[in-house]
Nanobody, 120 residues
Framework: VQLQASGGGLVQPGGSLRLSCAASGSIFSISSMGWYRQAPGKQRELVAIVTSGGSTNSADSVKGRFTISRDNAKNMVYLQMNSLKPEDTAVYFC???????????????WGQGTQVTVSS
């Protein structure tokens, strides 16, 4: 199983970016997909998560600015980030909780991370 994230970059404060993540390989079912981020010197933190049924949860710091969505047919998850702030600067990691085949345990998988820098 591989998670490939894309869409990071440099943006000015107040700008927008859209992150995408595609899960590929042997996948039987995906329970949830989400985004985490890690800023320099800080612990990795949850940004937003979406279940297979479409329920979402997000960090208070991004509510009203970031929107997570998911395409179950394509095994993809997106993060639309608006009104970006310098404190959003971090490496963003895609995450999926999934079963690789029927009968397999549900495991956590991580993408490679994509850098988001918010600076003028």
């Amino acid at each position: 199983v591989q998670l490939q994230a894309s869409g990071g970059g440099l943006v000015q404060p107040g700008g927008s970016l859209r992150l995408s993540c595609a899960a590929s390989g042997s996948i039987f079912s995906i329970s949830s997909m989400g985004w985490y981020r890690q800023a320099p010197g800080k612990q990795r933190e949850l940004v937003a998560i979406v279940t297979s049924g479409g329920s979402t949860n997000s960090a208070d710091s991004v509510k009203g600015r970031f929107t997570i969505s998911r395409d179950n047919a394509k095994n993809m998850v997106y993060l639309q980030m608006n009104s970006l702030k310098p404190e959003d600067t971090a490496v963003y990691f895609c995450n999926a909780l999934l079963r690789a085949w029927i009968g397999a345990p549900t495991l956590n998988y991580w993408g490679q991370g994509t850098q988001v820098t918010v600076s003028s």
